[in-house]
């Protein structure tokens, strides 16, 4: 998988119908019901009518998690923070508002 | 009757389930909250998202508040559930000012996001938002666990054994990330945050399973896919 894709939709994530995942996920939490019909009818066509229940349940699922982290103030985990670097400054997730709540513990 | 059997899209009932459960949940006393409280904040953090056309206006959003939430904590509710990515330890600290205790602010981060959670997921299958139970009588079991201590958070979480004790093993086993930690100090909302992962992430035994696919039709990378770009629009560095 090409992380880069997640914060750059316009690349290939190298995942098969990543660019339909990307449409659904953007338009779940968006505000564009239209889009969120069309990327709904494009990913069950692609992946099959249980996909559309798997793939809203991760949306939903990290839309609780990212409320969690950010409300809480949580930082990221060590061993994940020390692997992360390059990740981190490729993707700009360093710039992240939220990315605070670990850099003020350095 | 399956909680979803109005879907045209087929969902495991272990996940309809553990939504049902919540909702009802919802209804009930918290640790802190008064199941009247509950609703008010539920009730809040869905007309925020339908004020900012993340969600739609359901025709039966079922029962109404009767609670009248102080405008600082209305603010705090609506920051959570519409624009997480500009909550931040001054949005904490305003929640504190307003009187709100670490475990009641962890209490409300927890339904609100729950909230959040479970309508995002009716938007998804194309259903309307589930409606709100009746607020049922009882009070507040003020739990607070003596395990959870100051760590990196905004609020006191119960660490990792062997420092968070028996209490940590009986929640977490040998380990938890932080982001299943987070709730710790209000231990019911910490099972319901477990409850919610396991029917719509992965079981966490599995979690680094890559080979295991928890959702048919979907393989781990195309799983991560959904997660890490609903993060990246979240702005959510963890």
């Known amino acids: 998988m090409n992380p880069e894709a997640l914060v750059r939709p316009e690349l ?9 995942l990307l449409e659904f996920a953007a338009a779940i939490i968006g505000t564009d019901l239209a889009a969120l019909d069309k990327a709904r009818t494009a990913l069950a066509e692609a992946l099959g009518p249980a996909a559309v229940s798997g793939a809203s349940a991760v949306a939903a699922n990290f ?21 992360t670097e390059d990740l981190r400054e490729q993707l700009g997730l360093n710039a992240y508002k939220s990315a605070e709540n670990t850099f003020r513990h350095l | 009757m399956s909680f979803y059997s109005d879907s045209e899209f087929p969902v495991r009932d272990d996940l ?22 509950r609703l008010a ?14 969600l739609e206006a359901p025709e039966d959003g079922g029962a109404l508040p009767d609670v009248d939430l102080p405008e600082d904590v209305r603010a705090i ?20 000012d307003a009187g709100l205790s670490d475990p009641k602010f962890a209490e409300l981060v927890a339904i609100v996001s729950f909230v959040v959670n479970l309508d995002v ?29 100051p760590e990196q958070a905004f609020v006191p979480t119960i660490p990792n054994p062997p420092e968070g004790g028996a209490l940590a093993r ?60 609903v993060s990246a629009i979240n702005d959510c560095f963890y």
């Open chain 1, 63 to 83: 839309s609780k998690n990212d409320r969690v982290a950010n409300g809480i103030g949580i930082p990221i985990d060590d061993m994940v923070f020390k692997g």
């Open chain 2, 121 to 149: 997921y009716a938007r998804g299958i194309g259903v309307p938002l589930r409606p709100f139970a009746e607020p049922q009588p009882g009070t507040p079991s003020r739990e607070l666990p003596v395990e959870a201590v």
């Open chain 2, 77 to 96: 509710i609506r920051c959570l559930a519409a624009s997480p990515r500009d909550f931040d330890m001054d949005t904490y600290q305003r929640a504190r």
């Open chain 2, 170 to 229: 009986e929640l977490y086993g040998p380990f938890k990330p932080y982001i299943m930690r987070a709730l710790s100090i209000v231990p019911d909302e910490f099972r319901a945050h477990v409850e919610l992962e396991q029917a719509q992430y992965v079981l966490l035994p599995k979690i680094m399973n890559f080979d295991y696919n928890h959702h048919e039709g979907l393989t781990r990378p195309q799983v991560e896919v959904v997660a890490g770009r």
């Open chain 2, 41 to 54: 904040v539920i009730s809040e953090a869905r007309q925020s998202c339908i004020d900012a056309g993340m």
């Open chain 1, 12 to 20: 290939d994530t190298g995942v098969p119908s990543g660019d339909l």
């Open chain 2, 16 to 37: 309809a389930d553990a939504h049902a459960a919540q909702f009802e949940r919802f209804a009930r006393a918290g640790i802190w909250g008064s199941a009247a409280q």
